[in-house]
Structure formats: structure tokens, C-alpha cells
T-cell receptor, first 114, second 114 residues
Framework: AQSVTQLGSHVSVSEGALVLLRCNYSSSVPPYLFWYVQYPNQGLQLLLKYTTGATLVKGINGFEAEFKKSETSFHLTKPSAHMSDAAEYFCAVSESRGTDKLIFGTGTRLQVFP | EAGVAQSPRYKIIEKRQSVAFWCNPISGHATLYWYQQILGQGPKLLIQFQNNGVVDDSQLPKDRFSAERLKGVDSTLKIQPAKLEDSAVYLC????????????FGEGSRLTVL
């Protein structure tokens, strides 16, 4: 069965510093992988997704993630954090291709300090 | 483009009472999902509709939860009778079709069961 592990429920960075949010997955089939962001009192919004092709995926707001099959990882990065990046971030894997049934991780709350 | 609409945003009930949540997906989106997000956890899929048919309801507690999407557009999720452990945010999401890989989420309905 597919599963997602997000290391670190809370991550704090200074404004302008590198953001690194970790995600490891388990999947019996080639996965579809996603990062969603949730701002306070709002719904989840897709940041980026990997389905096939290029393993480095660029998303909105300057975020990117790299699919590493050998490490079963899909870590999210941003070179320079902004105060507006403070939110909760969820990594997800599609249970099986074509169904869009997403299995979410437990989330990582990102705090950005001035 | 209007997003996914959900109501009510907040609901407080006592255990054993009933509650209903409503969702109107993005116009033209064939697939609709209900997720349960318990505090500190990632969203968990309860039920998935394709038009007015159920694709997956394997994690829906059918003794107390029910959902319908009669005309293939808006949907209602009902809980009767509610238990304390049902306290959560209920998220509705929609996607254009299966296999697209991008879900659009509403802001959620927060349920507190006392």
C-alpha cells in the first residue's frame, strides 16, 4: 500500500533562508507525487506535481521538488523563504495511477521569522 | 472562476446529533471528493464520486456517514449520529476528471462534537 512520511512536523527558517521540507514515500507502482499548501483557514492548494518525465518539478511561488526514485523521496525546496510562505505543507502520493485517490502525509508547518 | 464552495464553515453539535455538509464543486468538474482532516493529521479520503456514481467509499464509516451526489453536481455529506471522534475539518475537493492529478479544495467545514 502507498504511504507518505513527512519528517518534521514543524520547520522554522529565517526570511531569505533556504526552505527544505522532507517527504519520503512508499509505493508498489511508479508514483504520482504532489505537494499541497494550506494557509490558515483556507483549503489546500496544489504547489506542484510529478507524474512522469523530468524529475525536477517547478511549482508556484518559487518552490520546486525533485523525484529521487533511489531514495524514494520528493523533498520540497525554495532557495529564499518569504514571510508569506508560512503555512502547512502536505506531501501526497496517488494510490494508483489514474484514480486521483491521494494519500497525504501528516503535514509540516513552516514558520518564517524576520 | 468560482472555486469549490462549502457550507457551513463551522458547526458545533452534541454527540448523537446529526449534521450535514454541502459542497458545490467547480463548474464542469466531474470528480468530487470528501476528505476528513483530523487535527494534526493529513486529509483522509472518505468518498470519491465520478459524476453521480461512487468510485471509492472504502474508508467511509457507513454505519454513521452517508454521502450523495444525485445530479452529478453538488454533494451532501451527512453524519448521524455523531461521535466525539468525528470532530474534524471536512474538506470537499473536485477535479476535472479522473487521472488529471490536480484536486481543487474548498475551505472546509469544521465540525466540533461535544
Amino acid at each position: 500500500a502507498q504511504s507518505v512520511t513527512q519528517l518534521g512536523s514543524h520547520v522554522s527558517v529565517s526570511e531569505g533562508a533556504l526552505v527544505l521540507l522532507r517527504c519520503n514515500y512508499s509505493s508498489s507502482v511508479p508514483p504520482y507525487l504532489f505537494w499541497y499548501v494550506q494557509y490558515p483557514n483556507q483549503g489546500l492548494q496544489l504547489l506542484l506535481k510529478y507524474t512522469t518525465g523530468a524529475t525536477l518539478v517547478k511549482g508556484i511561488n518559487g518552490f520546486e521538488a525533485e523525484f529521487k526514485k533511489s531514495e524514494t523521496s520528493f523533498h520540497l525546496t525554495k532557495p529564499s523563504a518569504h514571510m508569506s510562505d508560512a503555512a502547512e505543507y502536505f506531501c501526497a502520493v496517488s494510490e494508483s495511477r489514474g484514480t486521483d485517490k491521494l494519500i497525504f502525509g501528516t503535514g509540516t508547518r513552516l514558520q518564517v521569522f524576520p | 472562476e468560482a472555486g469549490v464552495a462549502q457550507s457551513p464553515r463551522y458547526k458545533i453539535i452534541e454527540k448523537r446529533q446529526s449534521v450535514a455538509f454541502w459542497c458545490n464543486p467547480i463548474s464542469g468538474h466531474a470528480t468530487l471528493y470528501w476528505y476528513q482532516q483530523i487535527l494534526g493529521q493529513g486529509p483522509k479520503l472518505l468518498i470519491q464520486f465520478q459524476n453521480n456514481g461512487v468510485v471509492d467509499d472504502s474508508q467511509l464509516p457507513k454505519d454513521r456517514f452517508s454521502a450523495e451526489r444525485l445530479k452529478g453536481v453538488d454533494s451532501t455529506l451527512k453524519i448521524q449520529p455523531a461521535k466525539l471522534e468525528d470532530s474534524a475539518v471536512y474538506l470537499c475537493a473536485s477535479s476535472l476528471d479522473l487521472g488529471i492529478g490536480e484536486l481543487f479544495f474548498g475551505e472546509g467545514s469544521r465540525l466540533t462534537v461535544l
